[in-house]
């Protein structure tokens, strides 16, 4: 038995990450399950990453919205350090286009999105981005809620513009991927490839090879065009356009038009 602080015990393994693994626990005074995030020891010697880890905390411990994953607890233990969440039941959106639905259709992925716009329309009015949108840190749980998680590399619109590039390559915007300007309208673009993944079942730019070629598609290539939606191609577009100014303004302008096709 592998205890937590004092009453978190830790019950098996879920998931292994780049820099994270993340298990099952039981709250021993509650006797609810949860599910605690830990950062691997060498990741943790880096203090750009034990910076990001104790930011997610101290931004997440405040974030309480019915569509993000409430954060319980965070616990420095010296060597490693553990954030303790809320437990969902369900499937990532990855796992389960993958597993269960295929490419969706318009009307169910906009209502997914949509969901997901409300979780981050929150965060943004407290002043947080999340930074790194995509199908895999969003869980369908068994009560069909979305549930918004992995805030481990948000960034407080208070904080001075970092050097290091954060987020996942192919749902960065040109702005992320140039490590500066980034705002609300970072996390709309991503919510843009999101809806596009899972409409199409697929990346908008899978033909590049490297990340070289990738980054110059983002910042030169728009989305391509989904056959037969004139509708949703346009919402898309304009989520993902090249320069952040074109974009929806906030998740409010991207949620009312995705409304249309719910």
């Known amino acids: 038995m592998t205890m937590i602080g004092e009453n978190i015990e830790i019950i098996?393994?879920?998931?292994?990450?780049?820099?994270?693994?993340?298990?099952?626990?039981?709250?021993?005074?509650?006797g609810f399950p949860v599910a605690v995030k830990e950062l691997k020891s060498n990741f943790f010697k880096s203090d750009f990453v034990r910076q990001k880890f104790k930011q997610e905390a101290n931004q997440y411990l405040y974030l309480d919205h019915p569509n993000i994953v409430k954060l319980k607890n965070f616990i420095d233990a010296g060597d490693s350090a553990y954030l303790?969440?809320?437990?969902v039941e369900g499937h990532n959106l990855n796992d389960y286009q993958n597993n269960v639905t295929g490419p969706m259709p318009c009307g169910m992925a906009a209502l997914l999105v949509s969901e997901i716009l409300k979780a981050l329309d929150h965060t943004h009015e407290n002043s947080v981005y999340h930074l790194d949108i995509k199908p895999a840190n969003v869980m369908l749980s068994?009560?069909?809620?979305?549930?918004?998680?992995?805030?481990?590399?948000?960034?407080?619109?208070?904080?001075?513009?970092?050097?290091?590039?954060?987020?996942t390559p192919s749902y960065?915007?040109?702005?992320?991927?140039?490590?500066?300007?980034?705002?609300?309208?970072?996390?709309?673009?991503?919510?843009?490839?999101?809806?596009y993944e899972l409409?199409?079942?697929?990346?908008?730019?899978?033909?590049?090879?490297?990340?070289?070629?990738l980054f110059h598609a983002i910042k030169n290539t728009p989305i391509p065009i989904i056959k037969g939606e004139r509708y949703i191609n346009t919402i898309i577009q304009k989520?993902?356009?090249?320069?952040?100014?074109?974009?929806?303004?906030?998740?409010?302008?991207?949620?009312t038009e995705l409304m249309e096709l719910v």
């Open 199 to 213: 409409i199409t079942g697929r990346l908008p730019f899978p033909e590049c090879k490297d990340r070289a070629e």
């Open 84 to 87: 303790v969440m809320e437990f």
């Open 12 to 30: 098996k393994k879920l998931k292994e990450g780049g820099t994270a693994n993340v298990y099952l626990g039981v709250d021993t005074w509650t």
């Open 172 to 195: 960065m915007s040109p702005e992320q991927i140039d490590g500066k300007g980034i705002d609300q309208r970072t996390d709309i673009y991503a919510a843009g490839v999101t809806l």
């Open 142 to 167: 068994e009560q069909n809620e979305i549930k918004v998680l992995d805030f481990g590399i948000s960034q407080d619109v208070s904080e001075k513009e970092s050097d290091k590039m954060v987020g």
């Open 239 to 255: 989520a993902t356009e090249k320069k952040k100014k074109n974009r929806y303004a906030n998740c409010k302008e991207f949620y």
